[in-house]
């Protein structure tokens, strides 16, 4: 079993940044890639983007170029660095890994961009 516990979303305006953190714990060991979606109301899940363990890196077309996503894998932590925020990225955004083949994600967590 692996625990996902996400922080620092909340409230910013068009064009200013967040940066998310997603902690790991439990089966750490078997963890191979981290990542996040998101889901906005009425919309499907959505890859943000993702990381493997060796740093190998992959983003959603939308936020290609304005998101950064990395990982510390002495603390198992994924965190996502969201620069130049716009109106379309207000969503749930939801930490997940996967280990031993089985996905796991996180409670979510708030991004609420405001004009």
């Known amino acids: 079993q692996v625990q996902l516990v996400e922080s620092g979303g909340g409230l910013v305006q068009a064009g200013g940044s967040l940066r998310l953190s997603c902690a790991a714990s439990g089966s750490i060991f078997n963890i191979n890639s981290m990542g996040w979606n998101r889901q906005a109301p009425g919309k499907q899940r959505e890859l943000v983007a993702r990381i493997t363990r060796s740093g190998t890196t992959q983003y959603g077309d939308s936020v290609n170029g304005r998101f950064t996503i990395s990982r510390d894998n002495a603390t198992n932590t994924v965190y996502l660095q969201m620069n130049s925020l716009k109106l379309e990225d207000t969503s749930v955004y939801y930490c997940?890994?996967?280990?031993?083949?089985?996905?796991?994600w996180g409670q979510g967590t708030q991004v609420t961009v405001s004009s």
């Open positions: 997940y890994a996967f280990a031993g083949g089985t996905g796991y």
